[in-house]
């Protein structure tokens, strides 16, 4: 009888380790989304002063919510190590003004996918795709549009 228990465990341990594997994967497809759901025909325009950041925040894309007249826009923008390697940093209070996608998330809020972002204190510009919406952080954009302005 123990040896039956011993073998429903271990069934049991492979079953678990199964779906968090498929959990893990299917997440991280979730996460990855955002990179590949640039539409440049959905490209906008907009400036405001950036009310919520988060510099240290390591899972997904490094983001900020920013003011815009009366409303609270949330601006997607690189993964961390690429903001970190480009030595890219905002806090709250900066005034910027950001080149990006549109869209509604699943709880109806505008966001962006910044591909340009124009720091109107310092002036300096952030590429972070190119005019097709690939990232600077992949792909054949690396070198023309990551080094151009940055």
């Not at 007249?69 to 950001?98: M, S």
């Amino acid at each position: 009888m123990p040896s039956l228990f011993k073998g429903k465990i271990k069934m049991g341990k492979k079953c678990i380790c199964i779906s968090m594997s498929f959990l893990l994967f299917y997440f991280s497809l979730a996460s990855a989304n955002w990179i590949r759901c640039y539409d440049p025909n959905t490209e906008v325009t907009i400036q405001g002063e950036i009310v919520f950041f988060n510099p240290y925040h390591r899972g997904g894309p490094q983001r900020f919510w920013l003011q815009v007249d009366e409303k609270k826009i949330l601006v997607f923008l690189a993964p961390w190590w690429f903001l970190e390697k480009k030595k890219i940093t905002f806090k709250v209070g900066d005034k910027v003004k950001v080149v990006g996608c549109k869209f509604y998330n699943n709880a109806g809020q505008i966001c962006l996918i910044a591909r340009e972002i124009v720091d109107l204190t310092t002036k300096k510009t952030y590429i972070f795709r190119n005019p097709n919406g690939i990232p600077c952080w992949r792909g054949k954009c690396h070198q023309r549009f990551a080094n151009e302005a940055i």
